[in-house]
């Protein structure tokens, strides 16, 4: 069982371990697909306390060799421990919080089950933490226990976090945390980064005395779920709740209402209940209000949710908009085998749509931060690939690349925008996805955050208000991309809204390993290469509902792909045009677009294959990013003459498809002055003036 409540009797000489009492003080609730901090007050990173957010404060620091006690702590405000009001409490390097204050003997860092003997009465524990992580990259010692109050009374938190410690070998840093809930007196055990989950062993629970504890399951070997990513997005947690545990309780958890309806378009309402009764769930009535109004109930339905389990449910009574506005649909679970739900606390679950005339297909759009030479980019890169594949008809990504934590050539031409960007989202570690703005998704797979065609897929099926128009064109002959947007509001919006639009470069393809990490990596795919006008994108102005605003931007390319370095020659195929309309405030996107721009040829000599050719930077003095379409698949060869008609540099390329393409021609060696330089294909050839200056 999920509860373990475990009596010692001394006076038989028996011990039962694993065994639930029927006189148990404290119940507890695993949180596994919480993906946030118990109640969402904490949202502050978790890197180590030197890094994190402000009003953090230690209490004890690393390193300690023996395991040892904190100085006694004032809790700000009191709290009900197993009936008895506490306001103090000390906490050991080891992972063990008391209230006994005055117990001298500190348990060891090596944890085993409870209750155990060495552990004081009236303790909450995540055992078998050691306050000792050394980080060779810092050089330093890391691990701290550190406190913070979160929220305002009589809601408020006190969080006792173990940050940057190591369970299992030394390597393996953790941060879990004890959070204390006022008024409602329950204790959250909170496991929020594991550099290596399955390293951990720790024995997580509460010893109210020598005899009788209680204790999640699978310690004192519990592993950590949390990935190593520094925020929320995949915390897990564990409440312990005074009392006994209710035999009926559903609670709703989920639902398929969204924030825009269709007006006069049936709507099927589904949601997620999830079972936090003892007994398992086999019928209950589905319920829904709109507006306070009457209850529509869909009675006795067959369900099978056992305890902790979640089970999807269809209302078969559909609801119909019939007038546009805001609407609040209540929805809840009743009658749970014919029984009343024994805590009406969790039943409820509100949701609030806003019914439109015009409901818009939405097209999300991931972002993600990632690096060259980024060993867990190069990792997460095949499932993310597939992922987009899979996916690319409904949504739309730009990879911008930081210049951390090794060689990037393509961050080094667009670091100016890539930057300004990361810090807006505050990445600090790459890979980092965003979807729409404001959810973050690991790249890779595996994490309970990852990105998955579902999520991508659910997150297209919100719909949106708005409705992005876009035409774009590139000038082969300047290089000028423009870029025209309709943007059009279904509803009033206010002020405080900017169109972004972002060149992706579809795929950069490298001869050589790019990487300078231990994984290589020659292909890159979305690559942004400009932010139009600039990172701070072009500002809307409040909608009335139906207005259209358009917006025109350029670009004219002022840089090669990627920095042309000596030895790494690449080759790259085809761009995008992405549009997005994003709350500069709360981050959100609300809405994307992309297009292939669509190329013009004013003044291009045609050489029956090339539909345009051209040298930049020119005059040049060291590598020249040498551009050219083809429209159909050839051999190509560059080579360079002097003013006396000596060929003084051959380029080689094998069969190149058709596309654009841009290749790096090293000239480094050349004097100063003018040369010819010709593209040669099987059917023909251009050539253009050369400029070397040094």
Known sequence: MNVIMKKL???FLTISLGAT????????????????????????????QDAIAAGWTPIQEGPQTEAAWSEIQTLPFSFNFNGIDYTTYKVSSSGVLTFSTSATAVP??????????????????????????????????????????????PTRQYWVSFNTFYSGPSTNYIVWSICFEESTNNIHIVDQRNRVKASTALTAGI???????VLVSSSPNLNGIAGYGGTSEDNVYYTFIQGTQPQYDLSTEGSNVVLYAQK??????????????????????????????????DPGVSINIPLFAKATFTNSIPWTPLENG??????????????????????????ITRVID???????????????????????????????????????????HVYWPGTDYMNEVTNSFVEPRRNYYGVTGVPHGKLNGTITMWPGAGLTYSISSNKLVSEASLGSAIKLSVTATHDLGTDTYQVSTDVKSFIDIPAGYVLHTVLTVDTITYEQNQSSGSLPQYVFHHVAEAMMPGVNGSTLSAFTSGQTQTLNTSWTKDHPWAYPEPGFTYDSSGTHITVFMQNVATKEVVQSASVVPTATTVGIKDNSNSTFFNISPNPVNNIANVSFSLKNATNISLQVFDITGKKVITHNEASMHQGIHNLGLDVKDLQNGIYLLSLITNEGSTTKRLVISK
Do not use: R
């Open 264 to 297: 006069g378009q049936a709507f099927t309402i589904k949601g997620i209940l999830k079972n936090y009764g003892t007994a398992t769930v086999t019928s209950c009535d589905l319920n829904y209000s709109l507006n306070g109004g009457a209850i529509v109930t």
């Open 21 to 48: 009492s029927a006189f148990a003080q404290y119940y507890y609730i695993p949180h596994i697909d919480a993906n946030q901090n118990p109640g969402n007050l904490n949202q502050d990173s978790e890197y180590p």
């Open 9 to 11: 009797f001394l006076l």
């Open 108 to 153: 060891d860092y090596t944890n085993t089950s409870i209750p155990d003997a060495s552990i004081p009465d009236n303790s909450i524990m995540v055992w078998g933490v050691n306050e000792n992580y050394y980080s060779t990259n810092s050089n330093a010692w890391l691990s701290k226990i550190i406190i913070k109050t979160f929220g305002t009374a």
């Open 358 to 400: 015009s409901l818009q297909v939405k097209v999300p759009l991931f972002e993600e931060f990632t690096q060259a030479s980024c060993d867990p980019c190069a990792n997460a890169n095949p499932h993310l690939d597939s992922v987009l594949s899979n996916t690319s008809s409904i949504v739309n990504a730009i990879m911008y």
């Open 326 to 351: 805001m609407d609040t649909i209540q929805l809840w679970a009743s009658n749970i085998n014919g029984n009343p739900d024994q805590d009406h606390t969790n039943d409820t679950l509100t949701a």
């Open 207 to 213: 010893q109210i005395d020598g005899a009788t504890a």
